[in-house]
């Protein structure tokens, strides 16, 4: 039996071994509770980034630690909105201190390096903070060789992918808010919270190029989807969790001189 790569799931003696391991990527999850639209369950953000962090940990020398469960306020041009019930979201602030603490905390047990592996496109700015003031705690601690990679999953969708999955044209990330690659990745992964007879007929929203606060409901489609998830399949899901994950690994191999997981376990 593979042994886990979830730390939740290890006794504290067992993660003490692993993550001393040098060379040992500590993966934290990050997502959010937000609508995405009446076919997707509200945690869609911190589902998929779990099982991607998962299958990248199982790869390389990987542990998960457990999820950032919530994110920063969803934006009407990429997440719909923070109007809608059901989306609840932390305060920038919030956020930043909640990764800048875990990351340290994960670097008092020993990792050297991190990936905070995002599903959530608001989060980005917040989570590359609370990386740099992790890293300032710790270098004035004396720990001066922590690294933190963060990303956003979906940048690696590229080439082939993206031309399969969208053979009628890619309109966009910010559009793809509970669309076809988020209701794709679902239904290869997690069908049964996916109910796609609800899917709302959408035809691509156009925002204005500007925010505005409070949010403007008018200008978000009261279903929440700024994009029909139609043609979403498990068959384009299992493709682009394939590209997403190799992606992921091979920047990974590439950047921090990560090994695949049977060579780090020969050397
Ligand atoms: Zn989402």
Same mark, same amino acid.
């Given at each position: 039996m593979t042994p886990t790569v979830a730390m939740s799931e290890m006794s504290w003696v067992e993660y003490s071994r692993r993550i001393a391991v040098p060379g040992t990527l500590a993966i934290v999850p990050v997502g959010a509770i937000e609508q995405h639209g009446p076919h997707l369950p509200l945690n869609t953000d911190v589902i998929l980034p779990t099982e991607i962090a998962s299958e990248v940990a199982r790869r390389i020398n990987g542990i998960v630690a457990p999820a950032i469960t919530y994110g920063y306020k969803s934006i009407q041009r990429s997440g719909g909105g923070n109007h809608f019930c059901g989306t609840a979201s932390l305060d920038g602030n919030t956020l930043i201190s909640v990764a800048r603490d875990i990351l340290r905390e994960l670097a008092r047990h020993g990792a050297r390096r991190a990936l905070l592996l995002n599903g959530h496109f608001e989060n980005v700015y917040f989570l590359l903070e609370g990386a740099d003031l992790a890293i300032r705690d710790l270098a004035a601690i004396g720990i001066n060789n922590f690294q933190v990679i963060t990303l956003t999953y979906?940048?690696?969708?590229?080439g082939d992918a993206l031309t399969e999955v969208f053979p009628d044209g890619f309109q966009g990330w910010a559009v793809e808010h509970g669309a076809v690659m988020e209701t794709s990745l679902m239904l290869h992964l997690f069908p049964k919270f996916v109910n796609m007879s609800l899917v709302p007929e959408q035809s691509p929203i156009t925002s204005p190029p500007y925010d505005i606060l409070p949010p403007a409901p008018d200008l978000t489609p009261p279903s929440g989807c /700024? /994009?029909? %998830?139609?043609? %979403?399949s498990a068959a384009k899901g299992k493709l682009l969790l394939e590209c997403v994950v190799s992606g992921i690994v091979a920047a990974l191999i590439e950047r921090t001189k990560q090994k695949p997981r049977e060579q780090a376990a020969r050397d």
């Open positions: 979906w940048d690696f969708i590229v /700024l /994009l029909s %998830a139609a043609k %979403a």
